[in-house]
């Protein structure tokens, strides 16, 4: 049976998503660390709005920023960025009537920062700026790379944790089993959210126990699965051969039955990882996930829901769009890997 097209789709939309995340501050129009440039009189601005701003230097200077580190922690702010509604060069000197407060003030060339070559800078929110006057897509490109991370991360746990129980639940049977599936069942009882928000209070507030929360609420579904699996190929010939030759329980479990079990294990790590992402940003909606400024697509929706009421969806609609997008575009292509990979299908 062949990959279906809606699994291709969904590939795409990964490996789209996936490069935008991988590039994050390389291609942010504000490529600050977390994309946090704030300008309060350009707050919530319809997509397409323009603004001009003259770039002021700062007294600090900052060493210059190895292209690598930028792209993965951003660039240090070296100006003060003061919008204008008009900006007219004189001679050695830029006039400009600021925008917020409508003085004409006068700087010299030595007290600007030059900016992409010029001293005044027009720049476009192509998806308008939000209640801080922040840039909306640099502030979700970034946010894109966090969803990644919760989830290769959380997923990592899941499966470092229910591979090996489950392995040995099915192997060895007996008392092992009993206690691996009362540990699962009590684990499962428990509703995930509630799980995940109960292990951040114990944990702290904050991008790395957000990671080690939801992996540890995942791992059940990963040793159940395996489990099963393992209670079936241990019956199997090659390895009741395995076991005659004297090869330890280990290598029987790792090198003989693993690798019959990856491909139910790999359809259920992509639905994790979608679940990694709505949990992380139900986290972030209720305020236990990532903390501000680090951007993330719940902690977006929560700070501009009421802007739904207020003639500006798009504060919520363009996070929202990116999660439901992301959690699909996961959803489908583990649905096309368990098409191909089941047996039923490819008789």
Request: hydrophobic share 50%.
């Given at each position: 049976?062949r990959?279906?097209?809606?699994?291709?789709?969904?590939?795409?939309?990964i490996l789209?998503?996936?490069?935008?995340?991988?590039?994050?501050?390389?291609i942010t129009p504000?490529?600050?660390?977390?994309?946090?440039?704030?300008?309060v009189s350009?707050a919530?601005?319809?997509?397409?709005?323009?603004?001009?701003?003259?770039h002021?230097?700062?007294?600090?200077?900052?060493?210059?920023?190895?292209?690598?580190?930028?792209?993965f922690?951003?660039?240090?702010?070296?100006d003060?960025?003061?919008?204008?509604?008009?900006?007219?060069?004189?001679?050695d000197?830029?006039?400009y009537?600021?925008?917020?407060?409508?003085?004409?003030?006068?700087?010299?060339?030595?007290?600007?920062q030059?900016?992409?070559?010029?001293?005044?800078?027009?720049r476009t929110?192509?998806l308008?700026?939000?209640?801080?006057g922040?840039?909306?897509?640099?502030?979700?490109?970034?946010?894109?790379?966090?969803?990644?991370?919760?989830?290769?991360i959380?997923v990592?746990?899941?499966?470092?944790?229910?591979?090996?129980?489950?392995?040995?639940?099915?192997?060895?049977?007996?008392?092992?089993?009993k206690?691996?599936?009362?540990l699962?069942?009590?684990?499962?009882?428990?509703?995930?959210?509630l799980?995940?928000?109960?292990?951040?209070?114990a944990?702290?507030?904050?991008?790395?126990?957000?990671f080690?929360?939801i992996g540890?609420?995942?791992?059940?579904e990963?040793?159940?699965?395996v489990?099963?699996?393992?209670?079936?190929?241990?019956?199997?010939a090659?390895?009741?051969?395995?076991q005659?030759?004297?090869?330890?329980?280990?290598?029987?479990?790792f090198?003989?039955i693993?690798?019959?079990?990856?491909h139910?294990?790999i359809?259920?790590s992509?639905?994790?990882?979608a679940?990694?992402?709505?949990?992380?940003?139900?986290l972030?909606f209720?305020?236990?996930?990532?903390?501000?400024?680090?951007?993330?697509?719940?902690?977006?929706?929560k700070?501009?829901w009421?802007?739904?009421?207020?003639?500006?969806?798009h504060?919520?609609l363009?996070?929202?769009?990116?999660?439901?997008?992301?959690?699909?575009?996961?959803?489908?292509?583990?649905n096309?890997?368990?098409?191909?990979?089941d047996p039923?299908?490819?008789e």
């Open positions: 049976m990959f279906p097209l809606y699994g291709f789709a969904a590939v795409a939309v789209g998503m996936g490069t935008i995340a991988v590039l994050g501050y390389l504000d490529n600050s660390a977390f994309a946090n440039r704030m300008e350009q919530t601005q319809k997509p397409g709005f323009k603004a001009q701003y003259v002021v230097k700062k007294d600090l200077a900052f060493p210059q920023t190895p292209w690598w580190k930028g792209m922690f951003g660039y240090p702010v070296q003060n960025e003061i919008p204008v509604e008009y900006a007219m060069q004189m001679g000197s830029i006039t009537i600021d925008a917020a407060s409508g003085i004409e003030s006068t700087k010299h060339k030595d007290e600007l030059p900016f992409n070559g010029s001293y005044v800078d027009e929110y192509h308008g700026s939000d209640r801080y922040r840039d909306l897509l640099s502030r979700l490109i970034i946010a894109t790379r966090v969803s990644f991370i919760i989830g290769f959380a990592g746990i899941s499966l470092l944790i229910g591979l090996p129980l489950g392995l040995c639940a099915g192997y060895f049977g007996g008392w092992v089993d206690v691996v599936m009362w699962v069942n009590v684990v499962w009882s428990i509703p995930g959210l799980l995940v928000i109960a292990l951040t209070l944990l702290g507030k904050g991008i790395f126990q957000v080690i929360a540890l609420t995942m791992w059940v990963v040793a159940r699965v489990r099963g699996q393992v209670r079936s190929l241990r019956e199997r090659y390895v009741e051969v395995a005659m030759m004297g090869f330890s329980a280990g290598r029987i479990m090198r003989q693993l690798p019959g079990v990856l139910p294990v359809v259920i992509a639905a994790n990882f679940t990694a992402i709505l949990l992380e940003s139900g972030s209720l305020g236990y996930g990532a903390q501000p400024p680090l951007p993330t697509w719940g902690g977006m929706v700070d501009h009421p802007y739904l009421l207020m003639g500006k969806p504060l919520v363009w996070p929202g769009g990116c999660i439901l997008i992301l959690v699909l575009a996961f959803m489908m292509f583990g096309a890997l368990r098409d191909l990979t039923r299908k490819n």
